[in-house]
């Protein structure tokens, strides 16, 4: 009959244990649905001040009653129109696809601040369980577009 035996250090154990609690609870942070980090979006927006705030914090001055509030219902089935549109919301972390088929809040905001503008531009926030869940600033010009949240960055002029 062979017998082994080991000597278990107390410390090595510790740190054993000390890794085995971080690899799950990184494999829980990772597998929980959405970024863990605090963002603007994460917290709650529940009223009118709230929503003008968070365009604030991007840096847009808007005019503080909405031009437009409805209830918006997110397609049940994805289109092309709304896969580019949830591609543009996806790069500035949201997914409209888990929205798929609810009735959303949205309110849109004219924009005060927009670099150039020369038609009105408009801020567009969706809501959902006063949260966040998407949203973009539209430039009404022949050759505007439509982005994301963040401010336009500031460009220099070369031209002197």
């Known amino acids: 009959m062979l017998v082994m035996t080991a000597k278990l250090d ?3 154990i510790a740190i054993i244990a000390a890794a085995v609690v971080a690899v799950i609870a990184a494999v829980v942070l990772l597998f929980t649905g959405k970024d863990s980090t605090p963002t603007i979006a994460s917290s709650a927006v529940t009223s ?3 929503r003008v705030q968070f365009l604030t914090n991007f840096g847009w001055e808007v005019v503080v009653s909405p031009a437009e509030t409805c209830q918006v219902r997110i397609p049940s089935k994805s289109t092309a129109v709304f896969e580019r549109y949830n591609g543009l919301q996806k790069s500035q972390g949201y997914d409209l696809s888990e929205y798929a088929g609810k009735t959303v809040m949205r309110y849109v905001y004219k924009v ?7 038609k009105p531009v ?5 809501i959902c369980n006063n949260q966040v869940i998407g949203g973009d600033i539209t430039d009404t010009a022949a050759t505007g577009c439509i982005q994301g949240f963040e401010f336009p960055v500031k460009t220099q002029d070369t031209k002197k």
């Open 10 to 12: 107390k410390k090595k």
């Open 48 to 50: 009118n001040d709230d």
């Open 112 to 118: 005060k601040n927009y670099p150039g503008a020369t």
């Open 122 to 126: 408009f801020a567009t926030i969706l």
